[in-house]
């Protein structure tokens, strides 16, 4: 398995980077994601989506981001534009579609609510 860190160049969310109970919204393909994050350094999250398989929110671990058409290069615990995630679950793996869009919010310590659009 070819693992590479994420491309210095490209705007992306790393995953271990992010406080627990921030929250990430996906846009992939049909489908929109809330990953809230529980436990950042593993990647894990509680994952809803449109997606009638993830319809109720269930813990998964975000493996990593795949390039659509070069499925050997594999961006660890990384969110970039273009490119699927894999997120394992208690009973397998799924798969998104090429994420298009992304945004991370939250709360800061004194309660105010702050969010930003990354791509």
């Known amino acids: 398995m070819n693992t590479l860190s994420k491309p210095a160049v490209e705007p992306g969310i790393d995953i271990r980077k992010l406080k627990p109970g921030t929250v990430v919204l996906l846009e992939?393909?049909?489908?929109?994601?809330?990953l809230r994050v529980t436990h950042p350094v593993h990647?894990?999250?509680?994952?809803?989506?449109?997606?009638?398989?993830?319809?109720?929110?269930?813990?998964?671990?975000?493996?990593h981001s795949v390039h659509w058409s070069s499925p050997a290069a594999l961006l660890p615990l990384w969110?970039?534009?273009?490119?699927?995630?894999?997120?394992?679950f208690r009973n397998g793996t799924y798969r998104t579609q090429?994420?298009?869009?992304?945004?991370?919010?939250g709360t800061r310590d004194d309660g105010s609510r702050w969010s930003f659009e990354v791509f």
Request: charged share 15%; hydrophobic share 45%; aromatic share 4%.
């Open 79 to 88: 969110i970039g534009k273009g490119f699927a995630l894999e997120i394992r």
């Open 98 to 105: 090429p994420v298009t869009a992304a945004s991370v919010g």
């Open 28 to 34: 992939a393909g049909p489908s929109l994601y809330e």
């Open 43 to 63: 990647g894990i999250a509680e994952i809803s989506s449109s997606d009638p398989a993830l319809h109720v929110a269930t813990v998964g671990q975000v493996l």
